[in-house]
């Protein structure tokens, strides 16, 4: 089945704790992309690939890393997460130009 | 970035038609209309897209106004499981990222 995988679907955390989130696809696309979700802000992307080595900053990058090694992955990072990147993420992927497909989410508490 | 301006909320009853609106009038010539719905507790799910004329999937069709400052999200019989938040966000032909606005809520009554 063709499908973006998130892991963990929730996590609780506390300031300061290093964590990844990781992202896979198994639909061979090149674009793939982190989104974040809160209340009254809707969904807000913080990074994108348009392929293997390739990222780029979104809209609300700060305090997140994302690495693309591979074509299929695409982890999120949090060197030293905060209260204020509690939120619902989203992880994305497409072929160029063509619809995204969204994994299920995690979300994300940092105490 | 191009806007598009959708209604905070509507309701429908099922298995009636469900016209959504949306309305983008500094919309370029190279962008591309995407609708794209939110289930509770869900990713956002590609629902359909066009650039002038108006488009039919299985899901649901896209009118597009002839001057593409306007479009609008048919659902061809609202069910209960339609509903959720859709957004209408425009993209160009380059691999842009998606911009999510605040979207329509979407009700459906039994």
């Known amino acids: 089945e063709a499908q973006v995988t998130q892991n963990p679907r929730y996590l609780i955390t506390v300031t300061g704790k290093k964590l990844t989130v990781t992202c896979s696809q198994n639909?061979?696309?090149?674009?793939m992309s982190w989104y974040r979700q809160d209340p009254g802000l809707g969904l807000r992307q913080i990074y994108y690939?348009?392929?293997?080595?390739?990222?780029d900053k979104g809209d609300v990058p700060e305090g997140y890393k994302v690495s693309r090694k591979e074509k299929r992955n695409f982890p999120l990072i949090l060197e030293s997460p905060s209260p204020n990147q509690t939120s619902l993420y989203f992880c994305?992927?497409?072929?160029?130009?063509?619809?995204?497909?969204f994994g299920p989410g995690t979300r994300l508490t940092v105490l | 970035d191009a806007k598009t301006t959708q209604p905070n909320s509507m309701e429908s009853n099922e298995e009636e038609p469900v016209h959504l609106p949306c309305n983008h009038s500094?919309?370029?010539?190279?962008?591309?209309i995407h609708w794209y719905r939110q289930l509770p507790s869900q990713g956002p799910e590609y629902v359909i897209h066009?650039?002038?004329s108006n488009v039919n999937n299985r899901m649901a069709s896209l009118a597009i106004a002839e001057d593409r400052k306007s479009s609008t999200l048919i659902l061809h019989r609202a069910t209960l499981r339609d509903a959720a938040v859709y957004y209408c966000?425009?993209?160009?032909?380059?691999?842009?990222?998606?911009?999510f606005g605040k979207g329509t809520r979407l009700s459906v009554i039994a």
């Open positions: 639909m061979n696309h090149e674009y």
């Open positions: 500094t919309i370029s010539g190279t962008d591309y």
């Open positions: 690939s348009m392929n293997v080595e390739v990222t």
């Open positions: 994305a992927s497409s072929r160029r130009y063509n619809e995204q497909f």
């Open positions: 066009g650039l002038t």
């Open positions: 966000i425009l993209r160009d032909t380059g691999n842009t990222p998606l911009v």
